[in-house]
């Protein structure tokens, strides 16, 4: 069937306005993207294209050196701490060994007094001090005590009533009285005595493994071994 030359106008007129919509929708379109365009371009204006990467490489540099320098601080910090810890045990530790120092000069000055207000021969003061020594304490007002009772009182008992320290003051008998009258509280004394029957090598040995200052107190307190005529 042949087209009427009207029917043929419209057709070419509908296909006309059908491409020029087409046009006009391209071309919104393409203005659209020019306009992003220049807005994108517009925000890069004076920056060095070709210079963002190595611009890039230097930001991550900062960024890795900035995490060097916080894990230095992190670990400075940690080390001061740790120093601060050492710093404060040592402190500790030496302020223990002056008190333990000082609580020691204080009981040793105590008994040397008190030894010597109670007549021990003076070469046997050092031997006595080291012997008692255990059985004084500092109170918390720096006073040196033997339990309930004053240094004095205690040495003074020691040297009165305690045959081991009764030898410390009395002058052994010589010959063959000797410890005659200590009785068996006078015993470990005798085991040091070179002129009695119970002068006794393992029993010194027994004393001297047990309580190293009781040995040397009781060696210096012994007599010399009488010479016979």
């Known amino acids: 069937m042949e087209l009427t030359e009207k029917e043929l106008q419209d057709k070419i007129n509908a296909a006309v306005a059908a491409s020029e919509a087409g046009l006009k929708t391209k071309n919104k379109d393409l203005l659209n993207e020019t306009k992003a365009a220049k807005a994108l371009a517009k925000k890069f204006e004076?920056?060095?294209?070709?210079?963002?990467?190595?611009?890039?490489?230097?930001?991550?540099?900062?960024?890795?050196?900035?995490?060097?320098e916080e894990g230095d601080y992190k670990k400075l910090y940690e080390d001061q701490q740790t120093q601060h810890k050492t710093d404060s045990t040592a402190s500790a530790t030496a302020l223990s060994e002056a008190n333990a120092t000082l609580s020691k000069e204080r009981r040793?000055?105590?008994?040397?007094?008190?030894?010597?207000e109670n007549h021990v021969k003076p070469e046997l003061?050092?031997?006595a001090a080291q012997l008692l020594d255990s059985n004084?304490?500092?109170?918390?007002e720096g006073v040196a005590m033997a339990g309930d009772k004053t240094v004095s009182e205690f040495v003074?008992?020691?040297t009165t009533n305690n045959d081991v320290g009764k030898n410390f003051t009395t002058p052994h008998n010589s010959g063959g009285g000797a410890?005659?009258?200590?009785?068996?509280?006078?015993?470990?004394?005798?085991?040091?005595?070179?002129?009695?029957?119970?002068?006794?090598?393992t029993e010194q040995s027994k004393i001297a493994n047990a309580d190293p200052a009781k040995y040397a107190a009781l060696k210096a307190a012994a007599p010399a071994k009488q010479q016979n005529n």
């Open 46 to 68: 004076g920056i060095d294209v070709d210079a963002l990467p190595k611009a890039a490489k230097d930001l991550e540099l900062l960024q890795q050196n900035k995490s060097k």
């Open 108 to 116: 040793s000055n105590a008994l040397t007094q008190a030894l010597v």
């Open 156 to 158: 003074k008992e020691w």
């Open 125 to 127: 003061v050092s031997s």
């Open 179 to 201: 410890n005659g009258g200590g009785g068996r509280g006078n015993a470990e004394a005798a085991f040091f005595d070179p002129n009695s029957p119970s002068h006794n090598m």
């Open 136 to 140: 004084i304490a500092i109170t918390d």
